[in-house]
């Protein structure tokens, strides 16, 4: 096996371990699991050429997610968003271990820290592709539920700011994704009442 795949692999084995399961075509797999394997493929459809440590960002962005639960923070913006800092300084972690583990130079593990956590968002051109798919995975797989358990004007503007982070290229595959009628419709609306 390369280096590359052994990350993958060691991705894998952790992410095989999370408790919450998910049904997907008849079968329960690990969320965060199947997260990964989602990331992955969308990154594939996104850009077929990504290099490795794109694809390392990708598959390891959720990497170990359950073990710092949402319930931990208060449940407000404030908590809400230091969920996701901590959050994502873990990934950046994990990642840094791993990489290191098998042979990569600190410049690449930290070209993937740096995307997961997003430092770079604005600038870097990977960072703004791992965001692009963070978006579609959701999209094509989250959003639907996401919207039977909020507020329509909570998901109108959850849908304006996900499509705010989004590159031309990812609004145009955004719009080629295969999902339900109800949430192509809350997407045309949001993008109405954003104009």
């Known amino acids: 096996m390369t280096r590359f795949l052994k990350v993958i692999a060691a991705i894998d084995d952790i992410n095989r371990q999370d408790p919450r399961l998910e049904l997907h075509n008849?079968?329960?797999?690990?969320?965060?699991?199947?997260?990964?394997?989602?990331?992955?493929?969308?990154?594939?459809?996104?850009?077929k050429d990504a290099d490795e440590l794109l694809k390392i960002a990708a598959h390891g962005q959720h990497i170990k997610?359950?073990?710092?639960?949402?319930?931990?923070?208060?449940?407000?913006?404030?908590?809400?968003?230091s969920w996701r800092t901590q959050l994502k300084l873990m990934?950046?972690?994990?990642?840094?271990?791993?990489?290191?583990t098998h042979d990569y130079q600190?410049?690449?593990?930290?070209?993937?820290?740096?995307?997961?956590?997003?430092?770079k968002l604005k600038s870097d051109e990977?960072?703004?592709?791992?965001?692009?798919?963070?978006?579609?995975?959701?999209?094509?797989?989250?959003?639907?539920?996401?919207?039977?358990?909020?507020p329509t004007q909570k998901v109108l503007d959850i849908?304006?700011?996900?499509?705010?982070?989004?590159?031309?290229?990812?609004r145009a595959l955004a719009m080629e994704l295969d999902i339900s009628d109800d949430s192509k419709k809350l997407?045309?609306?949001?993008?109405?009442?954003?104009d």
């Open 65 to 81: 997610r359950w073990i710092i639960p949402r319930s931990d923070y208060s449940m407000d913006r404030k908590g809400y968003l």
């Open 126 to 150: 990977p960072t703004k592709k791992l965001e692009d798919v963070v978006c579609l995975v959701f999209l094509q797989y989250y959003f639907k539920d996401f919207a039977t358990q909020h």
């Open 26 to 47: 008849g079968e329960h797999f690990p969320k965060e699991y199947l997260y990964s394997l989602r990331m992955s493929q969308m990154l594939q459809l996104y850009d």
């Open 159 to 170: 849908l304006r700011k996900t499509w705010n982070k989004m590159s031309v290229k990812g």
């Open 187 to 194: 997407i045309s609306k949001a993008l109405t009442d954003s």
């Open 106 to 119: 600190e410049k690449d593990t930290e070209s993937v820290v740096n995307m997961v956590i997003k430092k």
């Open 91 to 100: 990934h950046g972690s994990l990642l840094r271990d791993i990489m290191q």
